[in-house]
């Protein structure tokens, strides 16, 4: 079952423009993950975010995390074309070892 | 190429067919997760794996399923009498001992369309 659910769906914007995309799950929390995730392409790891910490950085991404709402965000900054993907949160539990993945947020980068 | 790799990358096959698909993880890597993913949905978890022993399978892993390590490093999944509703993306991920907390390195995936 899916830990939570992302918001948008779907994002399209211009090159250059930022994206933001929100993820929200259910459970008490060890740690949350962003994933990328090309047509044709596995997911590729992105930005892990500890309970106890509130924000990271990694190059364009930003992620924060608000434990007290179970919710956490993701800021890809002056986006590009090759930013184009689908994104997903994942969720790992304490004493957990699985991944619990969220819907996914389809983003577009339009040239 | 050390990434971890999956064969097939396709495969159609006909309902009430078993079919098997192969992971290779990252060589050092001790732990193995098996997902699944259906069109438009995040990958669900379905079996983790800690070198040979299978630790932990999910509700989702019916009866005719079966996963096996046998020696710590490549995996199978064996689907037997398969069902239209198999039909998804079956993806493999790998993590080492030692890395950066439950980063898992995923595989290319192997699609399954059963007919």
């Given at each position: 079952s899916q830990?939570?659910?992302e918001d948008p769906?779907?994002?399209s914007i211009q090159e250059g423009e930022n994206a933001t995309m929100n993820c929200s799950y259910k459970t008490s929390i060890n740690n949350l993950q962003w994933y990328r995730q090309n047509s044709g392409r596995g997911l590729v790891h992105l930005i892990l975010i500890r309970s106890n910490e509130r924000e990271k950085h990694s190059g364009r991404l930003r992620v924060t995390l608000d434990t007290s709402k179970k919710s956490s965000?993701?800021?890809?900054?002056?986006?590009?074309?090759?930013d184009t993907a689908s994104y997903f949160c994942a969720t790992v539990n304490f004493g957990n070892?699985?991944?619990?993945?969220?819907t996914g947020t389809r983003l577009t980068i339009i040239p | 190429d050390?990434?971890?790799s999956q064969d097939p990358r396709h495969k159609?096959?006909?309902?009430?067919q078993n079919v098997t698909f192969r992971c290779d993880p990252i060589s050092e890597h001790n732990r193995l997760y098996w997902y699944r993913q259906t069109l438009g949905q995040g990958p669900e978890f379905l079996t983790y794996f800690q070198n040979e022993a299978q630790l932990e399978k999910s509700r989702l892993l019916s009866d005719r399923f079966s996963a096996e390590r046998p020696k710590g490093s490549f995996s199978t999944l064996e689907i037997q009498r398969t069902e239209q509703g198999d039909s998804?993306?079956?993806?493999?991920a790998s993590r080492g001992v030692g890395g950066s907390y439950n980063e898992q390195f995923f595989g290319p995936g192997t699609r399954l369309t059963v007919l």
């Open positions: 830990q939570g659910e769906q779907a994002l965000s993701l800021l890809i900054t002056a986006s590009r074309a090759a070892e699985k991944l619990t993945f969220g | 050390t990434g971890v159609i096959t006909k309902r009430g998804a993306m079956y993806l493999c």
